[in-house]
């Protein structure tokens, strides 16, 4: 079974500022995908990166990059000039291709607190 | 684009009625959509995956005949929390799974949740 782990419960940052959240997983598929999801106060879930896991390129959107490490099953996601709005819970997921639901699994997520 | 509406955001109930909660896919078919719980301050937990025009799955642990699932259509899926008791409060989310129409394929759009209270 694949397991998703996040080794930061909790992380702050000032405003402006660059923070990396850490995001390993344990799986011995090599088709899969990887997410990071963010929860601000709202409980709403918004998508903010997807990796496909045969795609050597780390995927990059705006201000969010991530670290890709497929052989050391390591998924980071860096937020650079960090704002206020960043502030909420973020939830890295793996994805097995070609089979959903059971095989969509989350990390226990990080709470990301910006400091202005 | 890959927007997910649930409804009703919040409900409150007394213990024995049973609660319908909505999920709908506004502008792409999802064949498939999911349900989690989440209590505070935790992950999602899966409850169950909702397949267009067939029974569905259930994680280990989730009652069945309790948390009815049923995905009538390519752009809605229903959960039914059955004679409610209240430690059935908590925060339901659906999402559906995109089929690249409408955001990225093979990915999980959410819906803003629903908050349940059981009296």
């Known amino acids: 079974a694949q397991t998703v782990t996040q080794s930061q419960p909790e992380m702050s940052v000032q405003e402006a500022e660059t923070v990396t959240l850490s995001c390993t997983y344990d799986?011995?598929?090599?088709?899969?995908?990887l997410f990071w999801y963010k929860q601000p106060p709202s409980r709403q879930m918004i998508l903010v990166i997807r990796?496909?896991?045969?795609?050597?390129q780390n995927a990059t959107e705006n201000r969010f990059s991530v670290n890709f490490q497929k052989a050391a099953k390591s998924f980071s996601l860096k937020i650079s000039d960090s704002q206020l709005g960043d502030t909420a819970m973020y939830f890295c997921?793996?994805?097995?291709?070609?089979?959903?639901?059971?095989?969509?699994?989350f990390g226990p997520g990080t709470r990301l607190s910006v400091l202005p | 684009g890959a927007v997910v509406s649930q409804h009703p955001s919040w409900v409150i109930c007394k213990s024995g009625t049973s609660v319908k909660i909505e999920c709908r896919s506004l502008?792409?078919?999802?064949?498939?959509m999911f349900w989690y719980r989440q209590f505070p301050k935790q992950s999602l937990m899966l409850m169950a995956t909702?397949?267009?025009?067939?029974?569905?799955?259930?994680e280990q642990g989730v009652e069945k005949d309790k948390f009815l699932i049923n995905h009538a259509s390519l752009t809605l899926s229903t959960l039914t929390v059955t004679s409610a008791h209240p430690e059935d409060s908590s925060f339901y989310i659906c999402?559906?799974?995109?089929?690249?129409?409408?955001?990225?394929?093979?990915?999980?759009?959410f819906g803003p949740g629903t908050r349940l209270t059981v009296l």
């Open positions: 999402s559906a799974l995109s089929p690249g129409s409408r955001g990225l394929v093979n990915t999980q759009y």
């Open positions: 799986t011995s598929e090599s088709n899969y995908y």
């Open positions: 990796q496909e896991a045969y795609k050597q």
């Open positions: 997921a793996f994805m097995k291709l070609g089979n959903y639901g059971q095989n969509f699994v």
């Open positions: 502008d792409f078919q999802a064949t498939t």
């Open positions: 909702s397949n267009e025009g067939s029974k569905a799955t259930y």
